[in-house]
């Protein structure tokens, strides 16, 4: 099976600029992401998609290849799977089997988190999986000006709510078919569970930033 990881990463972002090579631990934020992919034997080879000639030069520096995203997909409102079909097609290989998504803004994973969804991808035959967490948050509609609870019962206690879960945008893993098709999650997708800190990083703003700079710091 060969497995190929791709990083999109524009240049262009209004609410952080310049995010994806901010320096996150010494690191640019982009490199993170990078330097997961590689270090995973399962991945045969690692791509950073991007419009940017500082972000292309950060992604070979780190060891991985790059292709050049046309500014045709590079606005804010184009969806990933655009990307991931742009290097596919630019690729050709009829040996690729899957794709590995790692969002560059989410760049800290636990460990293990690769072997274990990988492990799940090969064994439940699903077309994708990808990493949800579980929200314990009491939700609700703001209503005529009223709140309505959406998941919860006035006067439930936290710990009794039912269960809900987000997609946290740690990991996916699809097939390069579905990819084709123009899927990232499948409509059999398979939900990997993973409860830990790091699901809740997900840079967009200065605040997420420094918060995932504070749990590198100290986890």
């Known amino acids: ?3 190929v990881a ?24 982009l490199a993170h992401s990078i330097k997961y992919a590689l270090a995973q034997q399962d991945i045969d080879v690692v791509y950073v998609s991007t419009d940017d000639e500082k ?11 790059v292709i050049d995203r046309p500014k045709a997909l590079s606005g804010d409102l184009e969806p990933t799977i655009s990307t991931l079909q742009h290097v596919l097609q630019q690729l050709n290989d ?10 560059p803004t989410n760049p800290l994973r636990p460990p293990t988190l690769f072997k274990d969804v990988f492990a799940q991808f090969k064994s439940n035959n699903s077309s994708s999986v990808f990493t949800v967490s579980r929200n ?7 209503v005529n000006h009223k709140f309505v609870p959406f998941n919860y019962a006035t006067g439930q206690r936290s710990q009794d709510l039912e269960p809900l879960y987000y997609e946290n945008g740690l990991l996916y ?3 390069a078919n579905a990819i084709r098709d123009g899927y990232v999650m499948t409509e059999d997708a398979f939900p990997f569970i993973v409860n830990h800190v790091f699901a809740k990083v997900d840079i967009d703003t ?3 930033f420094d918060y995932a700079e504070f749990l590198f710091r100290n986890r």
């Open 1 to 3: 099976m060969k497995i």
């Open 6 to 29: 791709i990083i999109p990463a524009r240049g262009g972002s209004k609410r952080l600029p310049f995010k994806n090579i901010l320096p996150l631990g010494g690191l640019p934020l």
């Open 55 to 65: 972000i292309k030069k950060i992604a070979l520096d780190y060891g991985a290849l």
């Open 94 to 103: 009829d040996k690729i089997e899957a794709i590995v998504l790692l969002q």
């Open 136 to 142: 314990h948050d009491k939700l609700g509609e703001i």
């Open 173 to 175: 893993i699809t097939t």
């Open 206 to 208: 200065q605040e997420d």
